[in-house]
């Protein structure tokens, strides 16, 4: 079993920055592509972003490309979600995710696709 705990979440103020970290445990990290996803009330799941288990090759979603970065250190087990530039239409409920590397290149921007979530942490950008 493959657990994901979320850590960085909060409010920030338009044009701000937080970091987001998703810790993984379970299994050897680097088997896993990892994927975030945000969910803003009365809105459906959306890919943001997703790297691949080797930290090599990164996906993002056209709304926060140039702003936000992941990125992951697999000796740590964690992966991370650098946000800058923050909107307000960023704010919503940002989640990790993992889904297994030989499907990543595939699936990555699916949600259903992936095994293993973490909790959710709650972004909130407001003046």
């Known amino acids: 079993q493959v657990r994901l705990v979320e850590a960085g979440g909060g409010l920030v103020q338009p044009g701000g920055s937080l970091r987001l970290s998703c810790a993984v445990s379970?299994?050897?990290?680097?088997?896993?592509?990892m994927g975030w996803f945000r969910q803003a009330p009365g809105k459906e799941r959306e890919f943001v972003a997703a790297?691949?288990?080797?930290?090599?090759?990164?996906y993002y979603a056209n709304s926060v490309k140039g702003r936000f970065t992941a990125s992951r250190d697999n000796a740590r087990n964690t992966g991370y979600l650098q946000m800058d530039s923050l909107k307000f239409e960023d704010m919503a409920v940002y989640s990790c995710?993992?889904?297994?590397?030989?499907?990543?290149?595939?699936?990555?921007?699916?949600?259903?696709?992936?095994?293993?979530w973490g909790q959710g942490t709650q972004v909130t950008v407001s003046s």
């Open positions: 379970g299994r050897p990290f680097s088997e896993y592509g």
């Open positions: 995710a993992a889904l297994g590397s030989d499907v990543f290149l595939l699936w990555y921007s699916d949600s259903r696709r992936y095994d293993y």
């Open positions: 790297i691949n288990g080797a930290g090599l090759i990164t």
